[in-house]
């Protein structure tokens, strides 16, 4: 993609422009009509910015600026202007525009002006982006973050069992996101439309295990005043994950072991039986085969459950995953509470690499949540890390901007191309920012 589309009918402005551009690493296109520009649009999409003389033969700068915001409100359009045409372009800011140059200009004026509208335009996509992230998480469920092996060995099982009726069982410590993985394995499967339905088998009491999930007739016990749909029936064309299955009573597991079997349910106090289409999700934190060999666990159930298994990675062995992980925690819980997403520095973020994580990807997302809500870090003893204090708009777009440096820095191991590329970036103006913000390249190298 260009980084800036620059219109103007007077060839030798263009020419002086085009090196001045040049020079200062600013990749740009030269036209001398609105319609040209319009038509490399329709066939290679919008560039970042765009710089027009509002008084063109053919279609006006204004008119211009009119057609891309129907495209995209938030494109950054630079409108140049004459003297006499200064009314004009103060209508034009009201109408959107970026801001506006006047004739005559310096070619360092026109550069800071244009570096100035490429850094909005890049800072508005990526929040865009990390919105429609935020919004697929809320209706699609949560994404499955982290690129080491093991991380990419369970997405890939994850599309290949996902849209299937196969049962599946999850292992993984407390914390891993096992719940996570469940509601990704059903939002990729046909059954999305309906109910996607978790019950924790260790927080439900022995007596009312067989009620909550089969549900009862009214008058089938005291107590049962009304008729109750349980949530194996809720769950009726969707998912039902069992969390914690290791908890469930033996005389529970029983019962379950023939649901599993013959997918019929019937209503506790009731002799109907109801037929299920459902997918159950079963998960633990214990070794289910070591369980029922020492009597704790079904073993006949332990096998049904066992078609397929996932097995989740504790957090301490996926440590590169953490500076990604971490990062994604400070913006959700920013959106989340309406504060700004804070950087932090080299000497804390080792030392969330160096921690041990009993609590896995929880722990780290309950620390990232406290780093925002108390504007420092409290970890590994109660020891602050550290304590942004920037409050007003530009310091606090600053410490965004950097922020997303770094994590780029971090997954390219300091690779100053590859970072280019990852950020859409020029050379320069990733070394500019780079000095800005006092980061050094050699500081996200691996050892």
């Known amino acids: 993609m260009c980084d800036v589309f620059f219109i103007d009918d007077e060839q030798d402005l263009r020419t002086a422009i085009e090196q001045s551009f040049e020079l200062a690493d600013i990749n740009a296109r030269f036209f001398s009509c609105a319609e040209d520009a319009l038509l490399a649009i329709q066939k290679e999409g919008l560039p970042t910015v765009i710089i027009s003389d509002i ?37 034009a800011m009201h109408d959107g525009a970026y801001d506006f140059i006047e004739k005559p200009f310096s070619p360092e004026h026109l550069i800071e002006t244009t570096t100035r509208a490429i850094e909005k335009r890049q800072l508005t996509t990526e929040n865009e982006r990390l919105k429609r992230s935020l919004k697929a998480s809320q209706t699609l469920g949560p994404r499955i973050i982290g690129e080491t092996a093991s ?15 196969a049962d599946i069982l999850l292992f993984g410590e407390t914390g891993t996101g096992k719940e996570l993985v469940a ?35 009214k008058g089938a016990f005291t107590g049962a005043e009304t ?97 990604a992980l971490f990062h994604h925690f400070l913006l959700v819980a920013a959106a989340r509470y309406g504060k700004a997403a804070q950087s932090i520095d080299r000497q804390a973020l080792q030392t969330l690499l160096n921690h041990a994580w009993p609590g896995n990807v929880r722990e780290l997302r309950n620390a990232a949540e406290r780093y925002v809500l108390l504007g420092k870090m409290i970890q590994l003893g109660e020891a602050p890390l550290s304590s942004p204090v920037s409050t007003n708009l530009v310091d606090q777009v600053a410490e965004f901007e950097k922020s997303v440096i770094e994590q780029a820095l971090l997954e390219t191991g300091g690779s100053i191309k590859e970072t280019m590329e990852r950020l859409g970036v020029a050379r320069k103006t990733l070394y500019d920012k780079m000095q800005r913000y006092r980061l050094d390249k050699e500081m996200f190298k691996e050892n």
């Not at 211009?64 to 372009?89: R, Y």
């Not at 990704?184 to 260790?202: D, I, K, M, T």
């Not at 029936?233 to 599993?260: C, K, N, Y």
Request: proline residues 5%; aromatic residues 4%; glycine residues 6%.
């Open 227 to 323: 008729k109750r749909i349980g949530k194996f029936e809720h769950a009726q064309g969707g998912t039902l994950f069992l969390d914690e299955i290791e908890s469930m009573p033996m005389q529970a597991q029983i019962r379950l072991l023939r649901v599993l079997q013959e997918r019929v349910i019937e209503r506790v106090g009731s002799n109907e039986l109801l037929p299920l289409d459902i997918r159950v999700i079963a998960a633990t934190k214990i070794d289910l085969k070591q369980a029922s060999e020492d009597g704790k666990f079904r073993q006949d159930l332990y096998y049904r459950l066992n078609i397929v298994t996932l097995d989740i990675p504790p957090l301490r062995e996926r440590k590169d995953d953490i500076p």
């Open 55 to 91: 008084c063109l033969p053919g279609l006006s700068g204004q008119n211009l600026l009119t057609t891309i915001h129907h495209q995209d409100p938030n494109l950054p359009v630079v409108l140049i202007t004459g003297h006499g045409d200064i009314s004009m372009a103060v209508q």
């Open 183 to 217: 509601r990704s394995l059903h939002e990729q499967s046909s059954r999305r439309e309906n109910n996607f339905v978790a019950v924790n088998c260790g927080a439900v009491p022995e007596n009312l295990i067989e009620s909550e999930l089969y549900g009862h007739e």
């Open 151 to 165: 991380i990419q060995q369970l997405r890939d099982t994850i599309s290949h069992v996902a849209d299937t009726n």
